[in-house]
């Protein structure tokens, strides 16, 4: 079984990847924070309250990254790429939940996955996967005269918008129906607009509270529409869902997975 390693062990994500790996008896063999945080030296599992573990947080490094065999980020996309380069050089995989990154940011992980095998998703959530799956049905069937937007919901502390998981809902559907979202999708409305264009993929995204993820699909026709929702209640399910991608990265190749793949939905597409 691998030994995983978790960056940011001390946000709020890496807390909840801690509580996993003990919830589910794996092996967590390092949990790091940034260089020169007061953080370091803290139990790992007394942060994540899920008890002592014997497991201090240290620091990130190149000699921190020989502690673990796959790595779990979901910092920021700058920290995250400052790991991606330390995992290449140490020949570890990553399973990576950061989003909002820039063409740029994503090309360094296309480019890293030629050395090392990368789990990277814009959403780790199962619930959320099988939604990207029966959102091309749905287009499939109905994207040619219904129109379609994609609604979102975070809390107020969540920095990019849309979100990865909307961005991504919006491109399967634009995949599905031979659109480019880049020209196909609208970000906002405001003002006169005029009617809508039924080719256009809509999205739009509320920010308040503690809200943890909210995201639908809906497909309106004249007389009858169709919403798909999955709502996440804890930041477990994504957990969850990073820890499972993390075992099954055991003993793959260099290359960018999807967790489409981890979770055998890519062969129902």
């Known amino acids: 079984m691998s030994k995983i390693g978790v960056f940011g062990a001390n946000g709020r994500m890496g807390r909840a990847l801690v509580q996993v790996c003990q919830q589910q008896q794996l092996e967590l063999a390092a949990a790091t924070v940034r260089a020169g945080s007061n953080w370091v030296g803290q139990d790992a599992g007394e942060l994540a309250g899920c008890g002592r573990l014997g497991l201090p947080l240290v620091a990130t490094s190149a000699e921190a990254m020989q502690s673990a065999d796959v790595w779990v980020d979901f910092t920021m996309p700058e920290p995250m790429l400052a790991h991606l380069d330390l995992a290449v050089a140490a020949k570890k995989a990553m399973v990576i939940g950061v989003t909002g990154l820039t063409d740029a940011q994503y090309q360094r992980v296309q480019q890293a996955s030629l050395q ?4 990277w998703a814009p959403n780790m959530s199962v619930g959320v996967n099988l939604l990207l799956h029966l959102v091309q049905t749905a287009a499939k069937i109905m994207g040619q005269t219904a129109d379609i937007e994609i609604i979102e919901a975070h809390h107020r502390f969540k920095k ?8 991504a809902i919006g491109a399967s559907i634009a995949k599905t129906l031979g659109r480019d979202l880049a020209d196909c999708a609208v970000y906002g409305r405001e003002g006169m607009t ?11 995204t509320v920010r308040g509270g503690d809200i943890i993820g909210d995201h639908t699909a809906l497909f309106a ?9 999955h709502k996440a209640s804890s930041r477990t399910t994504f957990a969850q869902g990073a820890i499972r991608a993390a075992v099954w990265l055991q003993n793959k190749q260099p290359g960018l997975y999807s967790m489409q793949q981890v979770l055998g939905l890519a062969e129902l597409s």
């Not at 026709?221 to 929702?229: A, C, K, V, W």
């Open 194 to 204: 005029g009617e809508r264009e039924q080719a256009t993929i809509g999205f739009a």
């Open 116 to 119: 090392i095998p990368i789990v």
């Open 221 to 229: 026709d004249l007389g009858e529409r169709l919403e798909i929702t």
């Open 160 to 167: 990019d918008a849309p979100s990865g998981t909307a961005m």
